[in-house]
């Protein structure tokens, strides 16, 4: 791959896994398992061209009132990778941080993620968020709410502290696979000047080499922050 600019900190959207498997007449769990083996490999390959932070929507609040045994199938899958085959994430040798509201979780998942979370805690070569049962709205309403409770007043520095990405800085480009235009209540505070990348790929069919044409991409983009060039 050429020289290009590369984002400090990568979000993507994993979105499609499900109309993947229909296309291929294969339920939806078989889209989220392969959606899961090509998180390791895009995210695998990112870390690799240079990126230091990537942050993956995996798990939406909304998604949790889809059928039954589709969540069934998703907490298999979290209690895979955390926990029964978890060399598979670890072996990615970057710091795993688990975003969201993981209480819903059964414990033995919760359990696996915090273990997780806390084997990696040390590693400096890189930082995986992997957002579960995560919302933006909400996330935004609970530092709020904080604040509040604790007689604060709070500008922007201080509001982005209780975040739950707190003292990470915002992404630079969030990719979005699936056709969908849209963020879907991801990381709504911290997208305020990230750049937007839309891909019509289903997430599994979306590759090293779309990843990498998603960086000459934002290589383009003249990021001014709403401030102009001279000269």
């Not at 600019?5 to 979000?11: F, I, W």
């Not at 229909?22 to 769990?29: D, H, K, L, N």
Request: hydrophobic share 40%.
């Amino acid at each position: 791959m050429k020289r290009i600019k590369l984002p400090a900190h990568l979000a993507i959207i994993m979105d499609g896994n499900g109309r993947w498997a229909r296309r291929r007449f294969r339920p939806r769990a078989y889209g989220h398992k392969m959606g899961v083996q090509n998180m390791f490999k895009v995210c695998t390959h990112a870390f690799r061209l240079g990126v230091r932070i990537v942050t993956v929507f995996a798990l939406s609040t909304e998604n949790l009132y889809r059928p039954k045994a589709e969540v069934e199938e998703l907490f298999r899958l979290f209690r895979l990778y955390f926990s029964e085959r978890k060399e598979r994430m670890l072996e990615m040798n970057v710091k795993i941080n688990v975003i969201g509201d993981i209480t819903v979780f059964p414990e033995d998942i919760r359990a696996a993620i915090l273990q997780m979370m806390e084997e990696t805690k040390d590693r400096t070569e890189g930082l995986f968020n992997i957002c579960l049962n995560y919302g933006a709205r909400q996330e935004i309403v609970r530092a709020v709410n904080l604040a509040v409770s604790q007689g604060r007043y709070v500008d922007d520095a201080s509001f982005s502290q209780l975040l739950q990405t707190g003292g990470i800085p915002d992404p630079d480009l969030i990719i979005r696979t699936g056709g969908e235009l849209r963020l879907s209540n991801f990381l709504l505070y911290q997208s305020a000047y990230a750049e937007l990348y839309f891909s019509y790929k289903m997430w599994p069919a979306f590759s090293k080499r779309d990843l990498e044409k998603a960086f000459e991409n934002y290589s383009l983009r003249d990021r001014r922050f709403g401030k102009v060039r001279e000269g």
